[in-house]
């Protein structure tokens, strides 16, 4: 469920796999690190593909349309993502080193590609008010169900403050999970607690989420956290929503009264 990847090295650099590794998680995911000058293509017959910019100076083409990218902060700037459908061609040219994440499952509808710029993606602040602000996050989401119902992947970015929790209170939902950590420093750590295990979270790890299992996630004092959340939609069964456990929900009430009550 948890894997710390190795260093990451220029070229493609696999986190699962739908005929692979993390099998379960049924989507192919992936980061490809560019060095300056360098073209990739990527094409899929089968799968809808997501290409999220999460370093570096970029050209995206994609059916006669081309987008410059630029980002060189995960924690502070917002998103830029292209999503496509299967069959779609996408160009991606490299103006200086650079990285991406992609995503791919599949999926046999026909869309529109779409391309996300930072206006397009909600962002918000959760945990915010409750608990001390001890879970004081900003979640991202680029697409979903209520955005973009026919795709059969969710992606979104969550910015976790030093010392603080993510994912809280304790929930879970059906369909399989993702997430890709980043660290604002390179020793930087967390943990991830998934169903009943606990795991030490390092830059560049990953965890693969059976659905059914809680996985709040926490941040050690002094080090902001990065994850890329990617859910698969189950057929007939379309993400909308997380469920929270029912023993936790007393945290959601403004007015809960934590240790020490004074």
Known sequence: MFTKMKDMTYGTNVISEIDGIHSNMLMDVSIHKF???EKLVILDNEKEIAVLVLDGKLKISWNNESVDVERHSIFDEEPSCLHVS????IEIESVENGEI????TENN?????????????????????????????VVRTIFDYFNAPYSNMVMGEVITYPGKWSSYPPHHHPQ?????????????????????????IT?????????GLVHPQATAPGYAMYYCWMIRHLDNNPWTARIDEEAHN????KAAKIWPDK
């Open 86 to 89: 299967k069959g779609v061609s």
């Open 109 to 137: 509808q026909d869309f529109i590609a779409k391309f996300y710029g930072a206006a397009d993606c909600k962002s918000d602040v959760f945990g915010e008010g409750v608990l001390g602000d001890t879970s004081r996050r």
């Open 250 to 253: 007393w945290l959601l009430d």
């Open 101 to 104: 994440l992609i995503q791919k």
């Open 203 to 211: 830059d560049h790890s990953m965890a693969a989420i059976p659905g």
């Open 176 to 200: 399989p999970e993702i997430y890709y950590y980043r660290f604002d420093k390179p020793q930087g750590f967390g943990c991830a607690i998934i169903g009943e295990d606990a795991f030490k």
């Open 35 to 37: 060095k300056s000058g």
